[in-house]
């Protein structure tokens, strides 16, 4: 298998980079804090003109058609970022559910909202019974809600919101209750379970990628305090101790980055088999940012917790994203079914040698 990016991916990944370094700074996150509703319209008029939200949703639907592992780096850009506003949850989890949906089972009805999600006159945001808290929901159109194996698309005016206190300041998340009906539910059954699972997939992985970005821009940080910050004549970052704690959150990093790109390539190329690739990486991940933030509050003296310190900001979305999702014991006990079922792809025909899941994928 080949896990080398493209140009081209590495261009999509740069445009978001670029924007959200230029518009998404620790000032303006604090001053989304101060607002009412805590979203910035312009940021995210901005962020759907750039093609965001159209990368996962079909061409024939306004969209790019774009596979996961083409996106996979803009996602962890926005971690990088500590982006407040729901673009993951609207354009890398809600769009490529419907886009699965409008796959198997086209319609008029899900053609027409996918190409609103494509041109960011609607914003759609997803509440499953792993994840039943909808970040920013307040801001959404539609709803995407999970009722056992049904798949239900509500109007957010039909809906009642109430709010959830979040360890993260910028979240601004909400239970979403409503009433649901045969004219609200798009699927059902089998179709509405295969659905379901595929978007805690996604959604996992997408919290992957978002942690991993959280913690090279929090080991980023640290590192520069540690060059700043001077104690006795000289930086702090020469002492060993301090030096020990970074090299271990690099490491952590740069183990945890081919675990979450492999993990995007299964899914983009044999979903059916992405389960325990994915857990993999959002426990690898978690783990890496989970230890970026202590660890670079730690450097930072312990004021990296305080309110006035901008490393609270990346260290506080680790934590809240640690556990959407699913936990790190929840995939772990996912990587586990796998390992014991007789089907996993073990052994170093698949590890060393040319064998790739592709020649596989026939296998349930």
Request: net charge negative; charged share 20%; glycine share 6%.
């Amino acid at each position: 298998m080949d896990f080398t990016f493209n140009e081209e991916q590495y261009f999509f990944q740069q445009t978001l980079k670029d924007f959200l370094t230029d518009n998404v700074t620790p000032a303006s996150i604090r001053r989304r804090w101060d607002s009412d509703d805590g979203f910035d319209q312009d940021a995210w008029r901005s962020l759907c003109e750039l093609g965001t939200s159209a990368t996962q949703i079909p061409e024939d639907c306004g969209g790019l058609g774009l596979r996961f592992d083409d996106i996979i780096m803009m996602i962890q850009a926005c971690g990088q970022a500590a982006l407040p506003e729901p673009l993951v949850e609207h354009s890398f989890i809600a769009a490529p559910l419907l886009a699965q949906l409008h796959a198997s089972q086209p319609s008029e009805r899900v053609a027409d909202i996918l190409a609103a999600m494509a041109s960011g006159e609607a914003m759609v945001l997803t509440a499953s019974m792993i994840n039943p808290y909808v970040n920013f929901a307040h801001s959404a159109t539609h709803v995407l809600l999970q009722f056992g194996d049904d798949l239900h698309l509500i109007d957010s005016k039909d809906c009642t919101l109430t709010h959830v206190t979040s360890v993260d300041r910028s979240r601004r998340l909400a239970e979403v209750k409503c009433q649901p009906n045969g004219t609200t539910c798009l699927t059902n059954g089998r179709l509405g379970s295969e659905l379901w699972q595929a978007t805690l997939n996604r959604g996992a992985l997408a919290n992957a990628a978002q942690l991993l970005g959280l913690a090279e821009t929090l080991v980023q940080m640290a590192v520069k305090h540690a060059s700043d910050r001077e104690q006795f004549g000289k930086p702090v970052g020469v002492n060993q101790a301090v030096k020990h704690l970074l090299a271990d959150c690099a490491v952590k990093i740069e183990f945890a980055k081919p675990v979450v790109y492999r993990a995007a390539y299964t899914l983009a190329v044999a979903p059916n088999r992405a389960d325990w690739a994915v857990s993999h990486a959002k426990v690898s991940a978690t783990e890496a940012a989970q230890l970026a933030a202590r660890h670079c509050i730690q450097v930072f003296g312990a004021m990296g917790y305080t309110w006035e310190c901008d490393v609270h900001i990346w260290a506080k979305r680790v934590w809240a994203l640690a556990n959407e999702w699913g936990d790190v014991g929840f995939h772990k006990n996912r990587i586990h079914e796998w390992l014991v079922q007789p089907k996993a792809l073990l052994g170093p025909e698949f590890t060393f040698g040319r064998r790739n899941i592709r020649d596989v994928e026939h296998i349930d």
